[in-house]
Every structure is written in structure tokens, then in C-alpha cells.
């Protein structure tokens, strides 16, 4: 067993004191991390929670064991929760604002349609030239 795994048993157990060790020892790092990659204070404790509640999640399965610092394990589950809200607001901020001008898709298909039509009568006319 990992020295760390009491972090891991504390979240199991819910105790208190050595939870508030894991926010002071591990929380401001984390920050840092999440601060540099676009992210806020608030971000950061959003994401140091989630990652405590995955972990706990984890350690209960019958299978679970630390075999890393507990530092590195809860920076690496930090780490992906953050890529993972970088991903899904890079999803949400993308809109589609239409060209000026346009109503929408339908009269984007409608002129889309108009030209389509105005090429094979010009490609027929020209047949018609060389002919």
C-alpha cells in the first residue's frame, strides 16, 4: 500500500481534517495549473472538487489501489476534467452567425439553386456557340 492511501481513506471515510490537508497541500497547484490554461479561480474549484468526487468514486471500487503519490494521481485527475470543460466550451462557443444579407439555410439552398441552374444554361449556350 501507498503512504498516500490515507488521503485516498479520507475521502472514503469523509474525514474532515485530512480532507482540508488535501485542499491546503494540493488545491494551489491545481489552481496554477487551471489559472494557466485559461481558466479562473472559480474554474479551479470547480475542477479540484469534481476531481475529489471521481477519486473517491474510483477508491471504492473493490479493485482500486494507489500506486503513484497521491499528489500526481489527483493532478492527472484535475488535469483531464480541465481538457474535458476546455473541450466542451470550445463546442458551445461555436455559432453560426449567417452572412449579412441571408435569411438562412433556406435562402442560402435557394441561391445555391439559382446558380446551379444559371452555370448549366450558360455551359448550354456555349455548346450551342460551338456547335
Known sequence: MHPDARYIQALIEHNNPTIAEIYERFSASIARFVRANN????DARDVFQEALIAVTRQARRSDFMLTCPFEAYLYC???????????RRQREMVTIQEAGG???MEQAE?????????????TCFVIFLNN
Not at 39 to 42: H, I, L, Q, R
Not at 78 to 86: I, P, Q, S
Open 39 to 42: 481558466g479562473s479561480v472559480d
Open 77 to 87: 485527475v484535475c488535469r483531464g476534467k480541465w481538457l474535458n470543460e476546455l473541450k
Open 102 to 104: 441571408y435569411a438562412g
Open 110 to 122: 435557394m441561391l445555391a439553386g439559382e446558380t446551379g441552374r444559371r452555370k448549366r444554361a450558360i
